[in-house]
């Protein structure tokens, strides 16, 4: 396949690379502070053209929200901003050029003179032997082939006879207990309460579910009073078991390999930890295959890269912080030093219910206060 060359414009570009929360935002800003700027040229690639809102996926999972409530027109939000459809195949540092690719289209070099990485991250399955037989959950496609397979499942087992076949068909093993794993494990005890008495053959407590955390704790990202409380009202729902510091040795095909123990099941979700994009982690003069930082990028409170010899016009973020990010950038452009940033002291945590009178269940902490129920919503 050929490749395009690129035609050099005049007038100043920058390109985002990653369509999600933190390009999305960082573009939009921008846009907003060149807006009367006609030599300034923003362009977002991403290999997607909807914005996927992350948090809504869990309900996308369960059928509680169509596939349209979680995902908006990125061309849309963006409005002028310059728009590409397209996979980041590579990045030259030399001649400021991304190589991009698209489905039935040639390679093409997008020139740059400001680079935005907000490419996000995959699923870690190089810690775990055998981890590409689990499911993933990054992506609106992982969310509804997770859903078909759990109702097929559920079929399966509705009309088999066989004890042991019908106990793995019912059995759902998550790995991984930090905020995603234990989000997917909240959604899926709750749609197995739901679905369950479309299956008469089926009843609740033969549904078992295993959440599996190699650390001390749950939710290692949040406080410990809140993941201690988070783990006290999901050990209350049937069928649920949540082991940490339990680790997995390895995972084969229909089994769940622990140091003492297999548990057999027909369902197996992994949520242990992510792994940064291939292509930031490829990136030779960043230093990024360095073993302490497992292919991350080490940045300097300007969310500069550092580098062994200093890029003027190399950008890095980080999602939690893509809202005062743009600005940071822009004080950059215009020679002025950078405030340092701070972080928030505030938590929020939905958590289903599976009492009949609340299905909701939110948890607030600002400081040391902590509220909870649907007021804990309103004021965060």
Same mark, same amino acid.
């Given at each position: 396949?050929?490749?395009?060359?690129?035609?050099?414009?005049?007038?100043?570009?920058?390109?985002?690379?990653?369509?999600?929360?933190?390009?999305?935002?960082?573009?939009?800003?921008?846009?907003?502070?060149?807006?009367?700027?006609?030599?300034?040229?923003?362009?977002?690639?991403?290999?997607?053209?909807?914005?996927?809102?992350?948090?809504?996926?869990?309900?996308?999972?369960?059928?509680?929200?169509?596939?349209?409530?979680?995902?908006?027109?990125?061309?849309?939000?963006?409005?002028?901003?310059?728009?590409?459809?397209?996979?980041?195949?590579?990045?030259?540092?030399?001649?400021?050029?991304?190589?991009?690719?698209?489905?039935?289209?040639?390679?093409?070099?997008?020139?740059?003179?400001?680079?935005?990485?907000?490419?996000?991250?995959?699923?870690?399955?190089?810690?775990?032997?055998?981890?590409?037989?689990?499911?993933?959950?990054?992506?609106?496609?992982?969310?509804?082939?997770?859903?078909?397979?759990?109702?097929?499942?559920?079929?399966?087992?509705?009309?088999?006879?066989?004890?042991?076949? =019908?106990?793995?068909?019912?059995?759902?093993?998550?790995?991984?207990?930090?905020?995603?794993?234990?989000?997917?494990?909240?959604?899926?005890?709750?749609?197995?309460?739901?679905?369950?008495?479309?299956?008469?053959?089926?009843?609740?407590?033969?549904? +078992?579910?295993?959440?599996?955390?190699?650390?001390? =704790?749950?939710?290692?990202?949040?406080?410990?009073?809140?993941?201690?409380?988070?783990?006290?009202?999901?050990?209350?729902?049937?069928?649920?078991?949540?082991?940490?510091?339990?680790?997995?040795?390895?995972?084969?095909?229909?089994?769940? +390999?622990?140091?003492?123990?297999?548990?057999?099941?027909?369902?197996?979700?992994?949520?242990?930890?992510?792994?940064?994009?291939?292509?930031?982690?490829?990136?030779?003069?960043?230093?990024?295959?360095?073993?302490?930082?497992?292919?991350?990028?080490?940045?300097?409170?300007?969310?500069?890269?550092?580098?062994?010899?200093?890029?003027?016009?190399? &950008?890095?973020? &980080?999602?939690? =912080?893509?809202?005062?990010?743009?600005?940071?950038?822009?004080?950059?452009?215009?020679?002025?030093?950078?405030?340092?940033?701070?972080?928030?002291?505030?938590?929020?945590?939905?958590?289903?219910?599976?009492?009949?009178?609340?299905?909701?269940?939110?948890?607030?902490?600002?400081?040391?206060? =902590?509220?909870?129920?649907?007021?804990?919503?309103?004021?965060?």
């Amino acid at each position: 396949m050929s490749v395009q060359t690129p035609i050099r414009q005049s007038a100043t570009r920058i390109i985002v690379l990653g369509g999600g929360f933190a390009g999305i935002y960082t573009a939009r800003h921008l846009q907003k502070f060149f807006a009367r700027r006609t030599d300034v040229e923003i362009l977002l690639v991403s290999r997607d053209n909807f914005l996927l809102m992350t948090p809504l996926l869990f309900e996308v999972c369960s059928g509680k929200l169509e596939m349209s409530a979680c995902s908006i027109s990125i061309r849309e939000f963006l409005g002028s901003v310059g728009f590409a459809e397209a996979m980041v195949e590579a990045i030259d540092l030399e001649r400021r050029e991304v190589l991009v690719s698209a489905e039935g289209a040639d390679k093409r070099k997008l020139p740059y003179d400001h680079l935005v990485l907000t490419l996000g991250s995959l699923t870690n399955t190089s810690r775990i032997e055998g981890s590409e037989l689990a499911f993933t959950f990054k992506t609106l496609a992982d969310a509804i082939l997770l859903r078909n397979h759990i109702i097929e499942r559920m079929e399966r087992a509705e009309v088999e006879s066989d004890s042991n076949v =019908r106990r793995r068909e019912l059995t759902f093993v998550v790995i991984g207990g930090g905020l995603v794993g234990v989000e997917v494990f909240g959604e899926l005890t709750a749609f197995m309460d739901e679905v369950v008495r479309y299956y008469p053959r089926i009843r609740r407590e033969e549904i +078992h579910l295993h959440l599996l955390q190699a650390g001390e =704790r749950i939710m290692p990202e949040i406080s410990e009073k809140l993941a201690d409380y988070s783990t006290h009202v999901l050990s209350r729902r049937l069928g649920v078991s949540i082991r940490t510091s339990t680790p997995v040795e390895r995972i084969t095909p229909g089994q769940v +390999h622990l140091k003492n123990e297999i548990l057999e099941a027909s369902t197996i979700i992994l949520s242990a930890g992510t792994t940064p994009s291939p292509i930031v982690a490829g990136l030779r003069r960043c230093a990024a295959n360095s073993a302490p930082n497992y292919g991350r990028l080490e940045i300097a409170h300007q969310y500069r890269i550092r580098t062994a010899s200093p890029i003027p016009s190399w &950008r890095s973020m &980080r999602c939690e =912080r893509r809202r005062c990010w743009p600005r940071t950038f822009m004080r950059r452009l215009m020679t002025c030093q950078c405030s340092p940033s701070y972080t928030r002291r505030r938590e929020l945590w939905p958590l289903w219910d599976a009492t009949a009178a609340s299905r909701l269940r939110w948890v607030f902490r600002f400081v040391d206060f =902590r509220h909870g129920g649907f007021g804990a919503a309103i004021i965060f």
